[in-house]
Structure formats: C-alpha cells, structure tokens
C-alpha cells in the first residue's frame, strides 16, 4: 500500500528542514528539501486535498519525507 500523507506532515516536514537549513541571500530562497515538498504543498491547498500519495509526489520530496520522518522515529525534537 502506498504512502499517504496529510497536509499537517507536509507543513511539518516543511517547517523540519526550513529550521534546519534556514533560507539564506538576498532571495531568501529554500532549501533543497523544503523546495521539492512546497509543489505538492501548495497543490494539495489548491485542490483541497487532505492527503497525497507518496507516489504522486517527486523522488526529491519523497526522499525530503523519507528523511523527516526518520528524524521523528529517531527522536528528534525539531518538528
């Protein structure tokens, strides 16, 4: 069964690496990682979607999710 993520653990992951890796220049532009899982992000706000299948999402922001959620089973603080 394929992966499913809510709109909160996209914020949360989002919020996860923008701490991590702080947007930097003048630009201000994201991280890598926060980059790739703003796409689906602002798709899944766009249509009004709950939740999004990991597989509908780019192999950037799945490794960016894979990631995340290791640092949550590994006990870090940092949301």
Partial sequence: MTRQ???NELESAINYWRNRSPSVGEE????KEA???AEPYA???FYS???IPAT???PEAQ???ADWEATRK???TQS
């Fill in 28 to 31: 201000q532009a994201l991280c």
């Fill in 43 to 45: 798709l899944m706000i």
């Fill in 63 to 65: 490794k960016a999710m």
């Fill in 74 to 76: 590994s006990g870090s």
């Fill in 5 to 7: 993520y809510s709109l």
């Fill in 49 to 51: 979607h709950t939740e």
């Fill in 35 to 37: 980059a790739a899982l």
């Fill in 56 to 58: 509908a999402m780019s």
